[in-house]
């Protein structure tokens, strides 16, 4: 049995039920390492975008994450169509959007691959009580509110936030 990390959606959506999940068989879906770095990667170029090619040692040394390890995630990133690379002594990265138009949701399927929290929602096939399974509906609505959220938040959505929290630090 699987809880998403997201509690407080399945609180919402469906109330407390304390006996759902048992603390014993509860295993977590969390996003990984990977996300998580691939998300402040694709941030950092978010806060220099229009200012040229980022290099991979800036983005590394301002995120502290491994450039050998950064390099992993831009290989998705790029295939994914969410990155430009120029390589040279002049080279770097960039956005190949505008951070309005690159969804959280695109960034995390780009190195996570599905976000779903069990097999059979993405896949009917691979169960075959899916028709008549009396939890799918716990299953695919989690999906579907994890989706909500990632889906409906943009690169500029994260800098506007961070931007209007590190200038309010700045008054008194």
């Known amino acids: 049995m699987y809880c998403f990390l997201i509690y407080g ?3 919402a959506e469906y109330g407390h ?3 759902l999940f048992k603390r014993s068989d509860v295993k977590e879906v969390k996003i990984s390492t990977k996300g998580r770095y691939a998300l402040r990667f ?3 170029l978010s806060l220099h975008y229009g200012k040229g090619l980022v290099p991979l040692k800036e983005i590394s040394k301002r995120q502290n994450i491994s450039g050998k390890y950064l390099e992993q995630i831009i290989m998705n990133l790029n295939k994914a169509g969410l990155v430009r690379s120029v ?3 002049q080279g770097g990265y960039s956005l190949k959007e505008s951070p309005e138009n690159i969804i959280v949701g695109d960034i995390l399927r780009a190195v996570e691959g599905s976000l779903s929290p069990v097999e059979c929602v993405d896949d009917k096939n ?3 009580k899916h028709d008549t399974c009396g939890t799918i509906i716990v299953w695919e609505k989690l999906k579907k509110a994890v989706d909500d959220v990632i889906d409906n938040i943009t690169l500029k959505d994260l800098v506007d936030d961070y931007l209007s929290k590190s200038q309010s ?3 008194i």
């Open 9 to 11: 959606i399945i609180t």
């Open 169 to 171: 630090e700045y008054y």
């Open 126 to 128: 691979c169960c075959e």
């Open 42 to 44: 694709m941030f950092d």
């Open 87 to 89: 390589r040279g002594s």
């Open 17 to 19: 039920y304390p006996l």
